[in-house]
């Protein structure tokens, strides 16, 4: 069988083409020099001659129209084009769609790729939180995560406030992903829509302790809960400052859905 992923330089693409089963026949498909809302003939052909689609090509931090494209509309471009083929579509969403007090680009713009979209009997939607990888047991800094790896790193103090506890998150390692990908391909009916988070709830502090122990830095805890209302305001600003940034880079999703 063969199976088009598209995004296949990216992390979760990446990961699907080393390490699904050898009975699939991968076609690694990258669009970086494409414009996204007017594919080549012979781009579609080639993308379209396999059985199974899987879209995990995204832009974390939207900026170019191509990107916003990409994010927003790209799945129902995928979708009209495939009105004539009639192949299975998996297209990899975000918990965050279902958070309505979600406001950054990313969250919005994959919100708004699913909107006006019926049910189609060819496509699935895969809504993730954060997905990582391990090995032995080991966080690997791969994805969203080697940002928080990167950002720790830069830090030059041996020591980093940190707040307690933050957002709670659902993360589910990319094989288990892969996995659930692969009972999709088998199917012969696509489910609508899927809310795949992981059975292990983590805070953003106890993920961001994990990290700075491979970095051989020292978390400091601030249970802001007693503390901040006795701290002074140029403290608090600092802190919500850096925690901001945190979240922002890691996009974690802080689901609950099952």
């Known amino acids: 069988m063969k199976i088009s992923i598209i995004g296949a330089s990216g992390f979760i693409g990446k990961y699907l083409s080393k390490n699904m089963p050898k009975k699939f026949t991968i076609k690694k498909i990258s ?23 899987i879209n995990c090509a995204a832009s974390l931090y939207p900026k170019t129209s191509n990107d916003f494209f990409l994010n927003e509309n790209f799945l129902k471009y995928l979708l009209n084009i495939n ?3 009639k192949k299975k579509i998996i297209h990899l969403s975000s918990i965050n769609t279902l958070i309505t007090d979600r406001i950054d680009r990313y969250s919005l713009t994959k919100k708004y790729s699913e909107s006006g979209i019926e049910n189609n009997k060819n496509l699935t939607i895969i809504r993730l939180p954060l997905v990582i990888e391990r090995k032995k047991g080991i966080l690997l800094p791969k994805g969203n995560v080697s940002k928080l790896f990167s950002y720790l790193k830069k830090v030059r103090l041996p020591i980093y406030p940190m707040i307690y506890p933050g957002h709670i998150y659902q993360p589910i390692e990319i094989g288990i992903l892969r996995n659930r990908i692969i009972k999709i391909i088998k199917k012969n009916k696509n489910t609508n829509a899927i809310n795949l988070v992981g059975d292990k709830k983590i805070s953003l502090y106890n993920l961001f302790e994990e990290i700075s122990d491979l970095r051989k830095k020292k978390i400091i805890k601030i249970d802001l809960r007693c503390l901040y209302k006795f701290l002074p305001f140029f403290i608090k600003n600092f802190i919500k400052k850096q925690n901001n940034f945190i979240q922002q ?7 609950r859905f099952k």
């Open 31 to 53: 669009l970086r020099n494409e414009d996204l809302s007017d594919l080549k003939k012979k781009t579609i052909k080639y993308i379209f001659s396999s059985k199974v689609i």
């Open 83 to 85: 009105k004539r083929y």
């Open 249 to 255: 880079i890691s996009s974690i999703d802080h689901s």
